[in-house]
């Protein structure tokens, strides 16, 4: 199992920025898929999940309303579309799924929202 995140940078709050997960080696059109966010001293959050066919959704209260997580089974992709950011949302951002009864993570792409 591989999980490779990309498009994470410096933007400025209220910017835009959007995160790309791409993953193989296990069956991804029959997973869950999650992004999951860290900042230093604090324990890693769960920002987004969706279900295997895109089915449903969920956000953390946090980022509702401003991020949306999408997938693309045919490119085994999943992404975060982020708007309207804040400089609270700098953070480690990390794409995550569970197979085989095994949490599996990719190894982060740095967001950081400043002035």
């Known amino acids: 199992v591989q999980l490779v995140e990309s498009g994470g940078g410096l933007v400025q709050p209220g910017g835009s920025l959007r995160l790309s997960c791409a993953a193989s080696g296990f069956t991804f059109s029959r997973s869950t898929m999650n992004w999951y966010r860290q900042t230093p001293g604090k324990e890693r959050e769960l920002v987004a999940s969706?279900?295997?066919?895109?089915?449903?959704?969920m956000y953390a209260d946090s980022v509702k309303g401003r991020f949306t997580i999408s997938r693309d089974n045919a490119k085994n992709t999943v992404y975060l579309q982020m708007n309207s950011l804040k400089l609270e949302d700098t953070a480690v951002y990390y794409c995550?799924?569970?197979?085989?009864?095994?949490?599996?993570w990719g190894q982060g792409t740095q967001v950081t929202v400043s002035s």
């Open positions: 969706i279900g295997h066919i895109g089915e449903s959704t």
């Open positions: 995550k799924t569970r197979y085989s009864w095994t949490d599996y």
